[in-house]
Nanobody, 125 residues
Framework: DVQLVESGGGSVQTGGSLRLSCVVSGNQRSMNCMAWFRQVPGKEREAVATIYNWSGGPRTYYTDPVKGRFTITQNDTKNTAYLQMNSLKPEDTAMYSC?????????????????WGRGTQVTVS
């Protein structure tokens, strides 16, 4: 079985930074597409950032509220994704979950993702 394990969440003050990590383990470790989602109680899960591998190299997607503040990266073996979050705001408070797709995905949506992590809480005050 494939598992995704997130880490790096925590509590920070407004303007602070956190770096989330998502490690893929199991039979299928190389993922062509990885993404971070977030959800707060009572709201739908939101796609925060996606990184996917294209013929010309990796491409990224960010939801508008995080553009210029968050950066998604993936390691060379495509089994770990990171989300560097800077200039954090209280509205960034959420449960952040990682998702991965072995082949393709639709950036900015939940479509195409085969595997999901349980999440790590981020609280900004």
């Amino acid at each position: 079985d494939v598992q995704l394990v997130e880490s790096g969440g925590g509590s920070v003050q407004t303007g602070g930074s956190l770096r989330l990590s998502c490690v893929v383990s199991g039979n299928q470790r190389s993922m062509n597409c990885m993404a971070w989602f977030r959800q707060v109680p009572g709201k739908e899960r939101e796609a925060v950032a996606t990184i996917y591998n294209w013929s010309g190299g990796p491409r990224t997607y960010y939801t508008d509220p995080v553009k210029g503040r968050f950066t998604i990266t993936q390691n060379d073996t495509k089994n770990t994704a990171y989300l560097q979050m800077n200039s954090l705001k209280p509205e960034d408070t959420a449960m952040y979950s990682c998702a991965a797709a072995q082949y393709g995905c639709v950036a900015g949506t939940r479509n195409g993702f085969d595997y999901w992590g349980r999440g790590t809480q981020v609280t900004v005050s």
